[in-house]
């Protein structure tokens, strides 16, 4: 397979190449694609007829990622609704399959994988979603939606599910009392913890949080991130924390992924991104945080909408909205070019060095940073 790799050129590496490469990556993603169909009715059926149009018209949600997680780092994947995070994170756990490009897990891809590579897989990957409550099953007692499925794997032996229960929700801060109640019976903070609970409990490497404390109040949001910070210290988790809030990512993440329309436009630490971002979009978002910078009075948000993903503008899919917009932005698609290198994140080894990366063309009139 030749994709173009995370440092926007294009490479001819094969499939065994990159799985030797990821040898520090847990996840590697290569030229990721997905592709939606866009449904048609009768009447559009007979519209297509008439205009012998017959190709029913496809959306491009992921657009070519390209993106290594290395083992214990937390990843921020930050964009507005409907640039592919989430599309990506359900590629990642496995809910979605990609229309194109590979996805590998500890150097192997995903396609290839069966028997016990596969199920590692299956449980190494988990998933927390935005709405804890939709998320869970109603009619099921907490003690089973959390149990079973270690159960049911042959993790935990059904004569200890209880005590093992028990054990999983005194760590993510639940009265073991609780056990047998319904999710109708906790607040919002309780069953977005039960949703940890569930996903811990089959002992995951990597955990995808997709919006986890979006549908949370405030000061409940908090909690939950002190949460996820606090066992990814205990247990070693490796996170990729999707959100469409830079800042609630800006207190978790190592790393942060800027997308927009599917394709990767920004990647840096998180103190890169918040001090030297260099992507006009990534400085929009940054500007519509309220408090952080402190001679900002009014809320500043992105001027004009996201375009459609059914039709992508051409050149710099952001061009309609970017104040700094020239001529050659207008025709000319620009590609990720690495700016310079971060250090080490902290509290991660040697292997965190970090490349900084956008994709604009005011990479070529501004001059890179020093390595
Ligand atoms: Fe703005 Fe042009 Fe950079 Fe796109 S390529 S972000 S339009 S300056």
Sequence with gaps: MNAPNAMGSVPSQGVDDVASQSGSSMLSLRDLHLNYIQPVDMFERLGM????????????????????????????????????KSTLGRMISGILPPTSGEIFYRGQAISGLVGAARRDYELGVQMIFQDPYSSLNPRMRVIDIIGEAPVVHGMVKRTRKEEYVVQLMQQVGLDPAYRFRYPHQFSGGQRQRIGVARALALKPSLIVCDEAVAALDVSIQAQVLNLFIQLRQELGLTYLFISHNLGVVSHIADRVVIMYLGRIVEIADTETIFSRAHHPYTQALIKELPGLRTDQRQFDPIKGELPSPIAPPPGCPFHPRCPKVMDRCRVERPLLKTLGQDGPAPGLPDISLSLHQSACHLNDVIPLEPK
Excluded: M, N, T, Y
Excluded at 74 to 83: A, K, L
């Design 49 to 84: 007829l008439v205009k012998g149009r017959r190709a029913p018209r496809s959306v491009q949600a992921v657009a070519g990622v390209d993106l290594d997680i290395r083992a214990g780092e937390v990843i921020g994947i930050v964009g507005e609704s409907g640039c592919g």
